[in-house]
């Protein structure tokens, strides 16, 4: 089924409307130049009820984004807050995805987007495992990409914007025709930065590594992973990290809204330590599950129940 021909509701500028009459004109400025910005947040059924994970995180970072663009959100937090919690609610769901998505109006064409309306939508799903039933306790293996994250001086890649995903889909697209399962991409200079809508962390000598996050997108779930390894008493470090260093990590393992934590067990056909999920991300990967549970008290202030 198509997304269009789903029942339920949206919000659209401030207005509750029919799934089906949420759509857009084609003259949509974002819709031919891609300036504009989202998130991707999950909401998750607990124990004592579901709750949206990290949501003002997830709004913090779509404010700096639209920051990053120039484009100033007609709605405060509090709005869109209220708008994710109530498109759970209303279309029925317990589980599932929130995409916030920011975009420009349809006034007039143009590199000069001064004055055009700027236009928010929440869309509320339900969203099954990113790659694939098996990812999250086989792994998945990834190819080393021909594509590159994009230079920091040829676009904000602070900003989850929604043009920089041009590259993100043709690194995917590369991979899977390659018959791997998902990409990982360098920065211009050859340094490993992220997948394309995941982060990236290395286990080596039980040390957890990860690139610098000069160009990847500054992840929630990476920033939740920070927190749950110093709970576990695993150090997290900041390196620049080569694709060798892929090959040769102990574990590897991406992370993201999405994604969730899923191991990485080849890189470019190399297998990585013995070709399992190793301990360490299996140990962070069941912190992460039962912490988006409501299953850790001490991080319960990460969840929005619904
Ligand atoms: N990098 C990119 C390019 C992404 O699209 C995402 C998904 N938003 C991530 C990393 C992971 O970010 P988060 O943990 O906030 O979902």
């Known amino acids: 089924m198509k ?7 949206i919000w659209l500028d401030g207005a509750w409307l029919r799934w089906g009459d949420a759509s857009v004109h084609l003259g949509t400025h974002t819709l031919h130049y891609g300036l504009g910005c989202f998130e ?27 920051r990053l663009l120039g484009i100033e ?26 995409r ?16 055009l309306s700027v236009r928010v939508g929440v869309m509320a799903m339900p969203w099954g495992r990113y790659l694939g039933a098996d990812a999250l306790t086989h792994g998945v293996r990834v190819k080393v990409s021909t594509w590159a994250r994009q230079h ?6 602070r900003a989850k914007a929604i043009g920089g995903y041009t590259t993100a889909i043709l690194a995917a697209r590369e991979a899977r025709a390659d018959g791997y399962e998902e990409a990982v991409l360098l920065d211009t200079e050859g340094f490993v930065a992220e997948g394309p809508g995941e982060n990236i ?18 992840g929630i779930t990476r920033r939740t992973l920070h927190a749950l390894a110093a709970d576990l008493g695993y150090p997290v470090r900041a390196a620049r990290v080569t694709r060798d260093d892929l090959v ?4 590897l393992f991406f992370c993201g809204t999405a994604v969730e934590v899923t191991p990485i067990v080849e890189v470019d056909r190399r297998r990585v330590g013995d070709g399992t999920p190793g301990p360490i991300t ?9 912490c988006v549970k409501g299953e850790v008290p001490a991080h319960r202030d990460w969840l929005t129940p619904i």
Do not use: K
């Open 3 to 9: 997304l269009s021909e789903r029942e339920g509701w």
């Open 40 to 66: 991707g947040i999950r909401c998750y059924a607990g124990a004592d009820g579901a709750a949206i994970f990290r949501l003002d995180e997830h709004l913090a970072r779509l404010e700096g984004s639209a």
């Open 73 to 98: 959100i007609p709605f405060s937090r509090a709005t869109l807050r209220e708008a994710c919690v109530e498109a759970m609610r209303r279309n029925g769901l317990t589980e599932g995805y929130l």
């Open 100 to 115: 916030p998505l920011v975009f420009l109006g349809d006034e007039r064409l143009g590199m000069d987007p001064a004055g």
């Open 152 to 157: 920091p001086n040829a676009y904000p890649c």
């Open 201 to 218: 962390f290395l286990v080596r000598g039980g040390e957890i590594l990860e690139p610098e996050v000069t160009v990847a997108l500054d």
């Open 248 to 251: 040769l990590a102990d574990e």
């Open 282 to 290: 299996r140990a962070l990967q069941a912190r992460y599950f039962a």
